[in-house]
Each structure stands twice: as structure tokens, then as C-alpha cells.
């Protein structure tokens, strides 16, 4: 699993609050990624990040913000959520030197109601 | 852009028969292609990859991916489908024009069922 965490593991909010969800790995990779999972679209891409403090938008970022202040934490923060954004979350890491090569971590089930 | 396709959403097979989970691909460049495993209420696992050289790759829990360029195809197999290979496959591809911190792009997934 790559040393790789997600917290909470399961939260249930209601339309229109924040959530952020915390993704942290022990192994100093230099790559994360924010996915989300839902029926019928695989996996798409939120935000992914390069480096502390350096972030990207993915395919499916609108309504969703990210932050990377040190090497270990990569957070994604939904400002005001939305029953659309009911999903489950994964974040990855990609280990340089092997092609991007993805691993991820065990996911966060998000129910907005 | 880089795109994967997976055609099939579901593959049923008999336990002891040989599988096959279909993937396409599309680069603009040469591709490095990937296969991941999902098990409920699992993240994905890693199961193999194609970077360069032989066409056939072997992988983790017996499986293999056959790249075949002239049809741009990575179709995942295993000579005999077991019951616990139950799961959700997908196939996930990045183009080697782009630069090394470009994340995969991911097929739909295919779910398998190999049933006794």
C-alpha cells in the first residue's frame, strides 16, 4: 500500500458545508494524486501535485480545492459540497523511476445529503 | 490527449477457464500501459505493466497483458480463471511524450465474475 493513509475513512455531511479530506504518506514521494470513483466513469482525476506547494487541476476539478504544504499531506478540500460530489475518494502516490507507476491508498466513502 | 477504452463492462467466465479482460489505447506518442485490481471496498492494487520490450508481460496473481501495438490493444489474461479473481479491472495508460509527473488516465473498469 505504499505507506499510504486516508482520513476519514467514511463521513456522511449535509449540502452546502466544507469537507476536507487528508491524504498522507510515509514514504516522501514527490507525486499525489486525488481520484474519484463512480459508477459508470472508472476513476477521473480531481487535482494531483508535483511537489509541495505545486498543484495541477485534473479532469473533473471544479468544486474542489487542494493544498500541499509539506511533502507528507496532500489535501482536498470540498468548499461547499454537493450531492453530486457524493463519491468515493482516492488519493495515490506515483514513485518516480518507475514510469509513474500508481499506488494507492484505501479510499474515503463521501455521502452528501 | 490519451484515452483507454475498456469495451466490456462485465466478463463472466467459469472458474478454471482462461480469462480475458479487453483493453484499447490511445497516445500520441509510444504508451506505457498498466493493469490494476480492485476488490470491494479496496483501492486499487497494481497487477502489471508495459514500458518497452517483449510484448507479453507477466504479472502478479498469474495474469498476463499482451501489448499489441498494430492494434493498439493491452488486453489483460490468465490461462485459468480462479473464483477469488472476482473483482474490478482497470486498465490505466500515459503517454511517453508527456513528462513524468503526468498521471494515468484510466479506463471505465470491466468487472469480472468467474463463477464455480
Known amino acids: 500500500d505504499a505507506g499510504i493513509t486516508q482520513s476519514p475513512r467514511h463521513k456522511v455531511t449535509e449540502t452546502g458545508t466544507p469537507v476536507t479530506l487528508r491524504c498522507h504518506q510515509t514514504e516522501n514521494h514527490r507525486y499525489m494524486y486525488w481520484y474519484r470513483q463512480d459508477p459508470g466513469h472508472g476513476l477521473r482525476l480531481i487535482h494531483y501535485?508535483?511537489?509541495?506547494?505545486?498543484?495541477d487541476k485534473g479532469e473533473v476539478s471544479d468544486g474542489y480545492s487542494v493544498s500541499r504544504s509539506k511533502t507528507e499531506d496532500f489535501l482536498l478540500t470540498l468548499e461547499s459540497a454537493t450531492s453530486s460530489q457524493t463519491s468515493v475518494y482516492f488519493c495515490a502516490i506515483g514513485r518516480a523511476g518507475t514510469y509513474n507507476e500508481q499506488f494507492f491508498g484505501p479510499g474515503t466513502r463521501l455521502t452528501v445529503l | 490527449a490519451q484515452s483507454v477504452a475498456q469495451p466490456e463492462d462485465q466478463v463472466n467466465v467459469a472458474e478454471g477457464n482462461p480469462l480475458t479482460v479487453k483493453c484499447t489505447y490511445s497516445?500520441?506518442?509510444?504508451?506505457?500501459l498498466f493493469w490494476y485490481v480492485q476488490y470491494p471496498n479496496r483501492g486499487l492494487q497494481f497487477l502489471l505493466k508495459y514500458i518497452t520490450g517483449d510484448n507479453l508481460v507477466k504479472g502478479s496473481y498469474g495474469f498476463e497483458a499482451e501489448f499489441n501495438k498494430s492494434q493498439t490493444s493491452f488486453h489483460l489474461k490468465k490461462p485459468s480463471a480462479l473464483v477469488s479473481d472476482s473483482a474490478l479491472y482497470f486498465c490505466a495508460v500515459r503517454d511517453t511524450v508527456d513528462s513524468g509527473n503526468t498521471p494515468l488516465v484510466f479506463g471505465k473498469g470491466t468487472r469480472l465474475s468467474v463463477i464455480a
Open positions: 501535485s508535483y511537489g509541495v506547494k505545486d498543484t
Open positions: 497516445v500520441s506518442g509510444n504508451p506505457y
